[in-house]
């Protein structure tokens, strides 16, 4: 079912002078699989991962999912990814597809986005192996907001002491793709063009105080530490909502990420299978899986 606030993605794609050729609405109107479990980490019905599981009995190599929607639930949940999630799935790749509380709605924003990620990603470390998964290599895959995020999973052991965020022995990630990501938060905050709207970043991270001066310094990739696993950036040239440009500020950052830049994609292709920007996206999550490159479905 699509929600009707996801009509607001569907603006901010529709309403730029270069819109992206594919609409929202030409993703949802594909047959939408449906994921094998849906696991809880925590009380609220918004913190649960979708499991989705290949034929057969495992060890399966596994993608850990994290959906945009510009923070918000309200914009769109975690069956946003369900066409990508199942395109894996056919490929002999598990999916951990968290969903979590969006800053606009109870127990969102900081920190409690940030450590619903977290804990469903260490979930996964815990519980992996019950569901035959091989978790020794795990590759994160954001869009769009949740690219933020995923970059920001990978970068979790370098959190500041001081930071509320911190956990002891965080699931360790092999592989971060970004999907059209927003990874500084700061540069999302100030750009005129953030089409997330200027109160987006401020409610995700909160207002600075006397104990907490600086909102990013544990909220950011573009601040933290660079994690250890490899780091590529896919982003359509044709994307209104998370333009190349973006990307290719934070490799500045992050000098050993990998930027693909694919020519005559929007937004909405990157996580709608068969496209050419999944297509690329798929050859880079199968390389870092270590698994062989099998022919496109």
Known sequence: MIRPALALLAALTLGTAAPAKMTWADLFARPKPAPDKLIPYGPDPLQHVELWLPAGKGPFPVVLMVHGGCWQTGIAKADIMDWIAGDLRTRGIAVWNVEYRGEDVAGGGYPGTFADVAAATDMLDRQGRHYHLRTSRVVAVGHSAGGHLALWLAARPGLPETSVLRTRRPLPIAATVSLGGLPDLHAAATSPGDTCGADAVPRLVGQPSPARPD?????????????????????????????????????????????????????????????PAWTQTVAVIERALDMEPRDDR
């Open 215 to 275: 909102v990013y310094a544990d909220t950011s990739p573009a601040v933290l530490p660079q994690p250890d696993g490899a780091i590529t950036l896919v982003n359509g040239g044709l994307d209104p909502i998370a333009p190349p440009g973006v990307a290719a500020a934070y490799t500045l950052h992050a000098p050993a990420a990998r930027l693909f830049v694919v020519p005559d994609q929007g937004h909405v292709e990157l996580i709608t299978p068969a496209t």
